[in-house]
């Protein structure tokens, strides 16, 4: 069975630069589509993308709802060249970009907020911490094939390049 679903992206920033470095705002909305074939839908699917980097950390998302995804988001980041240190806050709100399976409106999946900070030291050395939280929505049990449920997620790493 063949399925028509559309992508669009609309992404505005700005950056303005300071005697610390550079500090920028985004505003964005990403929408994967969906389309409907009798009962059954499916929504825009990236095989071999990751979304980890686009639709929020906590991976709520790696396969797209079968009513699709908008994702609209606002990035506030500072890269701090004089220090070493470049720092990141994403929050996204998550809704289907088409009615659900059974019919009626769009569904809300929820929200989610992301943080990162990395300092580098030296040429060839990075530390990194980052955090995802994501928020639920009470009304929707599951998106695609994940339990929708609050979900928390840290990393700590290191970097040595060469």
């Given at each position: 069975?063949?399925?028509?679903?559309d992508?669009?992206?609309?992404?505005?920033?700005a950056?303005?630069?300071t005697?610390?470095?550079?500090?920028?705002?985004?505003?964005?909305?990403?929408?994967?589509?969906?389309?409907?074939?009798?009962?059954?839908?499916?929504?825009?699917?990236?095989?071999?993308?990751?979304?980890?980097?686009?639709?929020?950390?906590?991976?709520?998302?790696?396969?797209?709802?079968?009513?699709?995804?908008?994702?609209?988001?606002?990035?506030?980041?500072?890269?701090?060249?004089?220090?070493?240190?470049?720092?990141?806050?994403?929050?996204?709100?998550?809704?289907?970009?088409?009615?659900?399976?059974?019919?009626?409106?769009?569904?809300?999946?929820?929200?989610?907020?992301?943080?990162?900070?990395?300092?580098?030291?030296?040429?060839?050395?990075?530390?990194?911490?980052?955090?995802?939280?994501?928020?639920?929505?009470?009304?929707?049990?599951?998106?695609?094939?994940?339990?929708?449920?609050?979900?928390?997620k840290?990393?700590?790493?290191?970097?040595?390049?060469?």
């Open positions: 069975m063949d399925f028509d679903t992508y669009h992206l609309i992404d505005l920033g950056g303005y630069t005697g610390a470095g550079v500090v920028s705002a985004r505003l964005a909305q990403e929408n994967l589509g969906a389309d409907r074939r009798g009962n059954l839908m499916q929504g825009f699917q990236t095989p071999y993308g990751t979304k980890h980097a686009f639709n929020g950390w906590v991976d709520m998302f790696l396969n797209t709802p079968p009513g699709g995804l908008e994702d609209r988001h606002l990035t506030l980041a500072a890269d701090l060249s004089p220090y070493g240190v470049k720092l990141m806050a994403v929050y996204h709100r998550y809704r289907e970009a088409r009615g659900p399976q059974g019919g009626g409106g769009v569904r809300d999946f929820g929200s989610e907020w992301n943080i990162q900070a990395t300092k580098q030291f030296g040429a060839n050395y990075t530390l990194g911490i980052k955090y995802g939280d994501y928020r639920a929505d009470r009304d929707v049990a599951t998106i695609g094939t994940a339990a929708n449920v609050d979900t928390d840290f990393w700590l790493w290191g970097e040595v390049s060469f």
